[in-house]
Structures are given as structure tokens and as C-alpha cells.
């Protein structure tokens, strides 16, 4: 896939007023600082189209961009972040919790993580709940480029084990991508463009 347009639709935190559109919309979610705008900048070729902060939790809204005209790419906000405030925490779930269960165009969903830790336990029961409500995902492993291959291999093996030890019967579908090296940007849009196809040819019937 050839991206020749993202722009930035919309920001907010109710549901309700997301774009009404019936195009094919894919969320992108992680913990905070897990390097998700970087990726997001990368996947598109714009270097500031999702904003990137030093300062994690930066994300507080449900972003929509709307891609080559016929799909959504939504940046949702990080979560574990411990300096946003209790309250701040409710809300955010509240509304990404609104965002998954109810956002019918979703087809899909990226949770982030970052490929130098073990598996976290906020992480894992984010995905459990994800696969309890029927939500499709894929997971990202991020900064590859901070590993040498072979760790990269025997990290995210590790992870699928641990995934498919605890959790599910297979493991989810899965990219490993480095921002600044530009890694696992074709596989990842290729990705995109097999279900944007199916979609689209679904909707002609």
C-alpha cells in the first residue's frame, strides 16, 4: 500500500461523535511511551502527524486520520501511565472502553508493546479483555531496533509463549517494527490493505 494522503479528522472523548463514515477504521493502542505516534509518523510518512512528546500520556483523545480517503487510523490514548490522576484514568477507560465495545467501523486493532520488556501483566489483561469481547487484534512489538536479531527472535517468542501458555490456543497475529529504521512498515500496510479489500468487496454484495 502507497499511503497519498493522511489527514487529521478529528480529536474527542465521546464515541457518539466520531466520524460517521463506513469505511474501515483500524486503532492503535499501548501503554504509554511504548512509541506509538513514532510508529504511527512512520506508517504514514509524516513526520508530525500523530504528536510526539517526551513526556508519556501525551495521548488524551481519540484521534481519527483519515487515510488515501477510504480508511481510518485511530490513536487512541496510552494506558499505565501512574502520573495521570485516578480520575484521569476512569475517563480515559471509560471512553476507550465506549471506543471498542460500540465503534462498528473498527475492524481491527495494533496493541502496541515495547519489544525490550517481558510480557506485562497490563498488557496481557488488556488483551484478555480484548479477546473476551470478540475485539480483532495484532500486536506490535516496537523499537526493534534496540535489539540485536537474535534477541529479537528470542524475545518475541518468549511473548507468544507466554501468550499462548496463559491465554489463547493460538497466538495473535503479530509485526515487529523499528520507527527510526522504518522495519515492518510494508508488512504492516500490507496487512491493512488485504482487509481494506475484503471489506470493500463485502460491502458490493
Request: aromatic residues 12%; glycine residues 4%; proline residues 5%.
Amino acid at each position: 500500500m502507497k499511503i497519498k494522503s493522511a489527514d487529521f479528522v478529528i480529536s474527542n472523548s465521546d464515541v457518539a461523535r466520531c466520524p460517521n463514515e463506513p469505511i474501515p477504521e483500524y486503532a492503535f493502542i499501548g501503554r504509554s511511551n511504548v512509541g506509538k505516534s513514532s510508529l504511527i509518523n512512520m506508517l504514514t510518512e509524516r513526520k508530525s502527524l500523530a504528536k510526539t512528546s517526551g513526556r508519556p500520556g501525551k495521548t488524551q483523545l481519540i484521534n481519527h486520520f483519515k487515510i488515501n480517503e477510504n480508511w481510518f487510523l485511530v490513536d487512541l490514548p496510552g494506558y499505565g501511565y501512574a502520573r495521570v490522576s485516578k480520575r484521569d484514568k476512569k475517563t480515559f477507560q471509560k471512553y476507550i472502553t465506549n471506543y471498542f465495545l460500540q465503534r462498528e467501523q473498527l475492524v481491527c486493532s495494533f496493541v502496541l508493546v515495547d519489544i525490550r520488556h517481558e510480557p506485562q501483566p497490563i498488557d496481557m489483561e488488556f488483551m484478555q479483555w480484548m479477546g473476551e469481547n470478540g475485539i480483532p487484534f495484532a500486536i506490535i512489538f516496537t523499537k526493534a531496533d534496540k535489539l540485536k536479531p537474535k534477541a529479537i527472535e528470542r524475545d518475541v517468542k518468549t511473548y507468544l509463549d507466554t501468550l499462548t501458555a496463559d491465554m489463547w490456543e493460538e497466538a495473535p497475529q503479530h509485526f515487529v517494527t523499528s520507527a527510526s529504521q522504518r522495519s515492518g512498515r510494508d508488512e504492516l500496510l500490507n496487512f491493512i490493505d488485504d482487509i481494506n479489500e475484503k471489506f470493500f468487496e463485502a460491502t458490493k454484495k
